[in-house]
């Protein structure tokens, strides 16, 4: 089945950075874009980065474009969140998911992780 395992969580100091990895098993990595989102407690869950099949194409949410980069590594079945310049607000469980094209609609994800929790200290 499709597994989709999400690392790289943990506690920072705000400013500081973190790396988040989803490594990707049961389906074909490379036909399949890739999204990042994140849930903060009481809140919905919101999209935060996105990236097509070949990763020649990305999309970000404005509260995190020019902090966040998205890439993907097909050869790994992996994509990376690089965050950077992090502020409390940006805490929260990050998940990864699976969609058949690049978009930021959550709905349009088929498959999804179970989240890495990322918290931000002021």
């Known amino acids: 089945q499709v597994q989709l395992v999400e690392s790289g969580g943990g506690l920072v100091q705000a400013g500081g950075s973190l790396r988040l990895s989803c490594a990707a098993s049961?389906?074909?990595?490379?036909?399949?874009?890739m999204g990042w989102f994140r849930q903060a407690p009481g809140k919905e869950r919101e999209f935060v980065a996105a990236?097509?099949?070949?990763?020649?194409?990305?999309r970000y949410s404005d509260s995190v474009k020019g902090r966040f980069t998205i890439s993907r590594d097909n050869a790994k079945n992996t994509v990376y969140l690089q965050m950077n310049s992090l502020k409390p607000e940006d805490t929260a469980v990050y998940y990864c998911?699976?969609?058949?094209?690049?978009?930021?609609?959550?709905?349009?994800?088929?498959?999804w992780g179970q989240g890495t929790q990322v918290t931000v200290s002021s």
């Open positions: 998911a699976a969609s058949k094209g690049i978009t930021i609609r959550i709905l349009a994800y088929d498959y």
């Open positions: 049961g389906l074909t990595f490379s036909s399949h874009a």
């Open positions: 990236i097509n099949r070949s990763g020649s194409i990305t």
